[in-house]
C-alpha cells in the first residue's frame, strides 16, 4: 500500500490507466504525439519513482531491454525526429509498463479479487453508458457486423474488456455478475465474427469449469444457468445463419483481405528476425510487389477464380494506402520485436496448452476463471488490432503468471 497514493500501486495503474485510455480522444489535442501512451509512461515512471525498488529480472528479459534501447536509437537516427519519435515513446512505454508492472505485481494481495472488482466497476460504467447511448445515438446505436456505440468507452476497448470480463463476472456467483455477464455475451453475439466466436467459445468453457453442479448450486439456480445457456446458444446460430444469409457475417472479401495482410506480413518478418520496431511493419509493406507471400501463393494453387480475383483487387486498394492495419497483435508484436517477439508467443502458448489439464483438476474456480479470459482475449487478437491496449495485455499477463504461481502450477 502506498502512503503517498493511500491506493494500491497495482489500483494506481489499473484504474489511471483505464481513465486516460477513456479520455484519450480528449487528450490528443493537448499532445502532438499518442495522447495516452504519453500519459501511461508518465504513470509508469511515478509508480517506479513512487514504489523505489527494483526486483531482479532474468537474462531474457535484461536482454530485450536492451534489445528495445538499440531498437530506439538506431531507428531515430535513420528517421530522424518526425517519424522515429513514436517508435522511441512505444518502446519506452513498453519499456516501463514491464519495469513498472513487474515490481507492483508480486508484493500485491488479492490480486484476483482486485482485477474482479475493476471489471465489475467496468460493468456498471457499460450499463450507463449504453443507457445513455440510447437517448443520444437514438437508431444509430447498433451497426451491424461492428456492434454497439458507446459514447465514453472507446472501441476497441470495449470489446476486449467485455470478453475478459465475462468468466471473472460468471466468477462470482451471484445475481450481478451473472446478469451483467450475460448482457455482456448477448453485446458480442451482435458484433463482429471473431466476437461471435470468442463469446460462443468462452460460454461453453466458463457452463463446463466455473460451475460445480453436484454441489453448492442450488436446483433453481442449476435451471436458471441451464436454460439461459441454451438460449444464448441458439440464439448466436440463429445470429449467425440470419447474417450469414444477408453476408453480412461470412463475407469472403473480409477473409481475402486478412489472408492478403497476413501473406505479406509474415514474409516482411522472413526478410528481418530482429523486427522492425512498433507500428513500422504496416507503413513498410509493399502490397504491390510480385512477391505476395507463401501464404496467398498457397491459396492461389487451388486455382479458385473467385478468391484469387479478390486478393488482386484487395492487394491493388492497399497498394493506395500508406497505413493498412495488420488485424493482429500477435503479428503486431512479431513485426515490431522480430525473434523477441515470436519466442515470447511461443513461451506463452506453451505455458497455456501446459495448464489446460488444470481445467480438469481440483484448482481453485479463480485461476480457471482468469485462464478462460486470457485463452478468450488471445483468440481475438490474434485476428484484431489493440495498438493501444500494450499495457493491459502485459499487466493481464503479469496477473496469470503470478495467479499460476500461487497455485503452483507447474
Known sequence: ?????????????????????????????????????????LLNLIAILVHGKIRKYNFLVILFFIYLIFNSVFYYMEHGMEHGIGL?????????????IHNIIYGEKKIFEKIQNFFMLFSILVLFDLTLSLFLHAGNIYTANEGFKFVFIPSPLDKYF????????????????????????VIMLLGTRSAIIS?????????????????????AVKFIILTISFILIFLSIFIIIQRNSSDEVFRLDSSVARIVIWSETFQLIEKNLFGYGPNVANQIIDYADDEPGKLIEYIQGFEDT?????????SRIYSTRENVSLHSVILYFMTAYGLFGIMFFIYFFALLILDIRKLF?????????????????????????????????TLFYYIYIQLRQKNEIY
Not at 88 to 100: E, H, K, Q, Y
Not at 306 to 314: D, G, H, M, S, Y
Request: proline fraction near 1%; charged fraction near 15%; charge should be positive.
Open 306 to 314: 473467385e478468391i484469387n480475383k479478390l486478393i488482386k483487387q484487395r
Open 88 to 100: 522511441v515513446l512505444r518502446n519506452l512505454w513498453l519499456f516501463t509498463s514491464i519495469i513498472a
Open 1 to 41: 500500500m502506498s502512503d503517498f497514493f493511500k491506493i494500491s500501486y497495482f489500483d494506481f495503474l489499473l484504474y489511471s490507466n483505464y481513465f486516460l485510455l477513456t479520455i484519450s480522444v480528449f487528450l490528443q489535442y493537448l499532445f502532438p504525439y499518442d495522447a495516452y501512451v504519453i500519459s501511461s509512461i
Open 361 to 393: 483438476g481440483n484448482y481453485n474456480t479463480e485461476y480457471k476463471a482468469y485462464y478462460i479470459s486470457v485463452i478468450s482475449l488471445l483468440i481475438f487478437i490474434s485476428v484484431n488490432n489493440f495498438i493501444s491496449g500494450i499495457f493491459f495485455m
Open 162 to 185: 467485455m470478453l475478459f470480463a465475462i468468466p471473472l463476472l460468471l466468477c462470482r456467483r451471484d445475481t450481478k455478475g451473472f446478469l451483467f455477464a450475460s448482457l455482456f455475451i
Open 199 to 219: 463469446v460462443f467459445l468462452i460460454s461453453l468453457l466458463s457452463i463446463f469449469f466455473l460451475f460445480n453442479f453436484k454441489k453448492n448450486i442450488s436446483r
